[in-house]
């Protein structure tokens, strides 16, 4: 009997270490997965984005900066995981290709073409399929102006003029002045009252110039509210209207409404702290499968968690429009040349994180902001006072920090030396585009930040706008 219960002990002693064993295994087996497919969606879509704007970006670059840094576990494992970049007969990429598993097919990412951009297919997938979306319509891109160079002859005893203090702040931000990461592009611009741009300065990292698109992470969830207003502007939607969630009409979630999820407010459960969507991101999942069947465990509009699967509920909410009225057009009429909108692989957009654009086309989003919604040309895109809608915390409002949240934009409204106005789209690894309506200047900060480093914008905006002229 005694022999009989030591063996029941240590069997139930070694079961849960037998499974956790074994669920470390898997995680770790699912690690190199999203990791292969992290690697493949960033190459393909960091190449290709560059390369249709008229620029370069060679593989070691990206692997230096995208590559780098990014969150753990998949930090340890993307560096090592072989690679191959797939270009059709004319050029252009087709297709990355990242071997993790011996027994699995690649991971890969294909190329859907200019304006298109890159949808990464699900684990599993046989490598060497054609992009499986539906066909995507592509607003005619401004075709670039290629100017010529002036030699200017040297002057005898000619010295450059001294920094100003606007140079030391640029300064600063490519060193450690305002945190440990590792910036690749500022640009600051000042607007008249018509909101054309009177003023300019910017600065970029070697391998960063102005045709270099980047990654935008969540800055592309102020993309999503901007599209939506577009939408509304054109009376094809309302942000007081359900979304559209839920099974049925009496399912509680069609409370939930377009205002609630722009404002992170929408009441639902979201696995892990601002919802990281690893299986949509990195791993081929789909917007419908990953965004939009969350549970309630709040009341709508009672409690803010910021979350990726609201910004995608919100888009997904419009995306009947994008039929007649798809991203590409937006980006065209504010003259983003080298702004793409990813999809995932069945043709859906993925507008929390998935865009990649240059430090000039995002001032352009701000322009348009400081100009309330209407275009250089007096053109007007958003409604009256959708400035004032995305600014207002209406809503609950985060409960640690000291940034405020309005409906798809942070709100600087609370630090100090920065005017109340001030507010800014925010994304992963260092990504600014700050809008100063008072001062009616746009500030912009690319970066490539480890996880962790840090970015202080706050300081940054204070210290740029002290040092322009009043």
């Not at 800055?219 to 007081?240: F, N, P």
């Not at 007649?324 to 859906?348: C, R, S």
Request: glycine share 10%; proline share 9%; aromatic share 8%.
């Amino acid at each position: 009997m005694i022999r009989n219960a030591l063996a029941a002990a240590t069997l139930l002693l070694a079961s849960p270490l037998a499974a956790q064993s074994q669920q470390e295994a898997l995680n770790s087996r699912y690690d190199r997965a999203l990791a292969a497919g992290y690697k493949a969606l960033m190459l393909c879509g960091a190449i290709t984005s560059a390369e249709a704007n008229g620029a370069e970006r060679p593989p070691e670059s990206v692997m230096q900066w995208e590559l780098t840094g990014i969150q753990s576990p998949l930090d340890a494992v993307v560096a090592e995981l072989p690679f191959t970049i797939i270009r059709s007969p004319d050029g252009p990429i087709a297709r990355v290709a990242v071997t993790w598993a011996q027994d699995m097919p690649a991971r890969f990412a294909a190329y859907g073409g200019p304006g298109i951009g890159c949808a990464l297919a699900p684990i599993g997938w046989p490598d060497g399929l054609d992009d499986p979306r539906p066909p995507v319509k592509v607003t005619p891109r401004f075709e670039p102006k290629v100017l010529g160079t002036v030699e200017l002859p040297m002057i005898e005893g000619w010295k450059p003029p001294p920094p100003t203090p606007l140079d030391r702040v640029f300064e600063a931000a490519f060193g450690k002045g305002y945190g440990k990461g590792r910036t690749t592009a500022v640009l600051v611009n000042r607007y008249d009252r018509e909101g054309r741009r009177t003023e300019g300065r910017a600065r970029s990292k070697s391998g960063f110039d102005d045709k270099t698109p980047q990654r935008t992470f969540s800055v592309a969830k102020s993309i999503a509210a901007t599209l939506i207003g577009a939408a509304v502007y054109r009376g094809e939607t309302d942000v007081d209207a359900s979304a559209g969630l839920g099974l049925a009409d009496n399912d509680p979630r069609r409370a939930i409404t377009i205002d609630h999820l722009l404002r992170m407010a929408s009441g639902r459960y979201s696995d892990t702290p601002g919802n990281r969507t690893d299986p949509l991101y990195y791993g081929g999942a789909t917007v419908d499968e990953v965004a939009l069947d969350w549970p309630l465990v709040s009341p709508p509009g009672s409690t803010y968690r910021y979350a990726n699967h609201d910004t995608l509920a919100a888009v997904a909410a419009i995306k009947d429009t994008f039929a007649a009225h798809p991203p590409a057009e937006l980006f065209a009429k504010l003259g983003m040349e080298g702004t793409v909108a990813e999809t995932d692989w069945q043709g859906d957009y993925i507008l929390s994180s998935q865009v990649w654009a240059t430090a000039d086309d995002l001032a352009k989003l701000g322009q348009l902001y400081l100009n309330d919604g209407k275009l250089p040309s007096g053109t007007r895109i958003l409604p009256e006072g959708w400035v004032k809608y995305v600014t207002t915390p209406s809503g609950p409002q985060p409960p640690t920090g000291t940034f405020g949240y309005g409906a798809g934009f942070w709100l600087l409204n609370k630090e100090e030396g920065v005017p109340p106005d001030t507010f800014a789209a925010i994304g992963n690894r260092g990504q600014y585009v700050v809008i100063v309506p008072s001062r009616k200047v746009v500030i912009v900060r690319r970066g490539e930040d480890p996880a962790g480093s840090g970015f202080d914008i706050a300081a940054f905006t204070r210290d740029v706008l002290a040092a322009l002229p009043e």
